[in-house]
């Protein structure tokens, strides 16, 4: 690879007028209204949460344990009985409610998501921005989808069928710690909207911001215990699957095996949104410039924590060293800062296991042989989490970073020479949640979207047109999860299908149980004929 810029070139100025202390304290007449919403005996003990980009004390958060689980699933079976009642465009007036109340609302939203998680403001608003989206949708769909439709009976004019959706009961949430705002609600929504009551579980990290999502709920118009929150690690998440009707989860492939499997047990249906170790395509055709500009929201939104996160650059050999000029000037620009406002775009990494699972893969990487190209540097004079972000070439295949899922601002470069090669390698990976690739030419490059192995792809984008379409099912293949959300799968992953079928003609001689009364095996010869005929009718 031709291109060679300086190899400790780091991007990002820490902002000097900071004064992460004055900006990150939150005062106990802030938190507690939300904490009294967690379902505890506080028997449990409370755990310290720490404000990643700058170290301060936020919360002493008081914990769940497994009798408090049972309490809120029994509390949310009870409200659930009236809610489902409750006719559906009531409930999705809950959500047309909560759209405005987010947005009317997200300063403070915003500031809570940015001292829980650490992200920049503009990470924080993507969430906002993505709420309302689901909010709106399900709003304006929810009824539609949730209509009985009717289908082509057994006998036709004879048998009227009916397929209804019908809510599970209570739904178990367990939602991360990357995006507290969105990935709290992107399934309670839908769960809710449907008639169930929800259990929710969000990680003990950004437990704070899932609180604040139930109150605007609540203040949305959401009856009193529809929506339950337990506070909590593995075990208290362990003990919901124990007790729900259907588990929504979002986190790492390994706990989606674990749910999945106890799922499998107790023959509760999952849906599991999991790691990804997603690839971007760069074609000889694409537009450099923008391609670049794309390359880097895509990679280091959210300082790459981001499930749909590009980890994977493959770029066709003929551009490759035009677009990594491109590419490695705007990373170089990037600026890293704790900021409570627009002015950083990017924030600090969530814990410390975080970065040190980004530290180990890019020290492996370099052991192996890799060359840094950009970054590669904890940026503790930024704060205590900040890593910079991160340019790879040379990555061998058999690198941690070549293979697993690095979950921080760390991409690799692979050249290919052609498309052909770039389906081969992009689709090297157990994962398969998100691709991009970059074309003038979309009908090749939809062609080519095809060859992918991928739940979303996204074309001259790189992730957020996919995501954002949330009428769209959005999801993984192998072990980047199982089911959708979003759209009508989102909605129909958290009801049960029941089909009613009434039959018409009872004491007209033309009833099933009379057919099949004839004697002589006459009924069977009619049914025969009436089969036959069917089939040369052409009828479905
Ligand atoms: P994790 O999967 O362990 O935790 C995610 C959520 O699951 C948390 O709320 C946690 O309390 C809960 N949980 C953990 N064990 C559980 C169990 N046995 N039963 C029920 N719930 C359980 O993820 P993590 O430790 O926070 O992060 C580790 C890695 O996971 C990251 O490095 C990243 O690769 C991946 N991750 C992916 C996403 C995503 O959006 N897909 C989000 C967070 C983490």
């Known amino acids: 690879m031709g291109y060679e810029p300086g190899a400790h070139a780091v991007p990002g100025p820490l902002d000097p007028e900071v004064d992460a202390a004055a900006t990150y304290l939150l005062e106990p007449e802030e938190t507690a209204p939300l904490l009294a919403r967690i379902v505890t005996s506080h028997e449990e003990g409370t755990r310290r949460v720490v404000a990643p980009a700058t170290g301060h004390v936020l919360v002493d958060l008081p914990l769940s344990g497994p009798d408090d689980v ?9 409200a659930q009985v009236a809610w489902a009642a409750t006719d559906v465009r009531e409930r999705a007036a809950v959500l047309l ?40 949708h399900y709003g304006r769909r929810a009824a539609a989808y949730l209509e009985p439709r009717t289908v082509r009976g057994m006998l036709p004019l004879l048998t009227r069928t009916t397929v209804a959706r019908l809510p599970v009961g209570v739904v178990g949430v367990i939602s991360p710690w990357n995006y507290p705002l969105t990935l709290a609600l992107a399934d309670v929504l839908p769960a809710l909207v449907a008639g169930n009551a929800v259990v929710l579980k ?25 929506l339950q929150v337990v506070a909590g690690g593995g075990e208290v998440g362990a003990a919901l699957v124990d007790e729900v009707d259907h588990i929504a989860f979002t986190g790492s492939t390994a706990t989606g ?33 923008v391609a670049a500009l794309g390359a880097v929201r895509a990679c280091f939104s959210n300082s790459g924590q981001l ?28 600026r890293l800062s704790p ?31 890799a060359r840094i190209l950009a970054g590669g540097v904890h940026r503790t004079d930024v704060g205590p989490l900040f890593y910079s972000p991160t340019v790879l070439a040379d990555v061998p295949p058999h690198a941690l970073c ?20 770039a389906v081969t390698v992009m689709n090297e990976t157990e994962h398969g949640l998100n691709a991009s690739i970059w074309s003038r030419d979309t ?22 047109a996919a995501w954002g379409s949330v009428a769209a099912p959005m999801g993984g293949f192998g072990a980047s999860g199982q089911g959708r959300r979003h759209g009508r799968e989102g909605i129909e992953a958290c009801t049960e299908a029941q089909t009613v079928s009434v039959q018409r003609g009872v004491m007209s001689g033309a009833s099933l149980d009379e057919l099949f009364a004839l004697p002589d095996g006459q009924g069977q010869r009619l049914l025969t004929g009436g089969l036959r005929l069917l089939r040369t009718l052409r009828l479905r």
């Open 70 to 78: 049972t309490r809120a699933v029994d509390r949310a079976r009870d």
């Open 97 to 136: 409610r909560l759209h405005d109340h987010v947005l009317d609302h997200q300063s403070e939203v915003l500031d809570l998501i940015q001292r829980e998680s650490g992200k920049s403001r503009a990470s924080a608003f993507e969430e906002v921005a993505d709420v309302a989206q689901v909010a709106r």
């Open 339 to 369: 900021a409570l406002d627009y002015t950083a775009d990017v924030g600090s990494l969530t814990s410390s296991a975080q970065l040190a699972r980004v530290e180990t893969h890019v020290h492996d990487a370099i052991a192996r042989g």
């Open 257 to 289: 095996r674990v749910i999945a499997s106890r799922a499998g047990e107790r023959l509760i249906g999952a849906t599991l949104e999991l790691g990804g170790k997603n690839p971007l395509y760069v074609a000889a055709d694409a537009d450099l410039e």
């Open 307 to 334: 499930c749909m996160s590009i980890e994977r650059l493959v770029l066709h050999e003929d551009v490759a060293e035009e677009f990594l000029e491109l590419f490695l000037a705007r990373v170089l620009a990037l």
């Open 443 to 464: 009908r090749r490059a939809r062609a080519l979207a095809a060859r992918v192995r991928a739940g979303t792809v996204n074309v001259n984008d790189g992730y957020a």
């Open 202 to 226: 969000p990680d003990p990290q950004t437990t704070l911001t899932a609180l604040w999502a139930a109150a605007a709920l609540e203040e949305a118009g959401l009856p009193d215990d529809v």
């Open 402 to 421: 070549a293979q697993e899922e690095t979950f921080g601002p760390v991409v690799s470069v692979v050249l290919v020479s052609s498309d052909d090669e």
